[in-house]
């Protein structure tokens, strides 16, 4: 499994580069990362959470912590606060994190 821990975070297969920003400061400047939107059932309907998702990265790369955060191409940028989960089975982290823009009720 170790060998394949690249996969699903690969800009050709299914993740994207990131770059992560450490609570200290330091920058990882190109990050592998695989980010899945939460879904929530709505009305009968499956919906997409546009500000919370679950981001998935090497062990290797990171050890991800309270107060780190990463940016997307896009400049979107998604925090690690000390209320998100983290859990790792020693080739990936998975971890809940939130985006740092807030949702606005009854906007488009």
Do not use: Y
Not at 42 to 67: F, H, K, N
Not at 87 to 92: A, P
């Amino acid at each position: 499994m170790a060998v394949d821990a690249d996969l699903f975070t690969a800009p050709d297969d299914f993740g994207e580069v990131v770059a992560w920003t450490k609570k200290d400061g330091t920058v990882i400047p190109a990050l592998p990362l695989l980010l899945v939107l939460g879904q929530a059932m709505v009305g009968g309907q499956l919906t997409a959470i546009e500000t919370e998702a679950t981001a998935m990265v090497a062990a290797a790369s990171v050890t991800p912590a309270a107060g780190d955060s990463f940016t997307r191409a896009s400049g979107e940028v998604w925090k690690i606060d000390r209320t998100c989960q983290r859990t790792s089975d020693g080739v990936h982290w998975r971890i809940h994190v939130v985006s740092s823009r807030l949702a606005v009720l009854g906007g488009n």
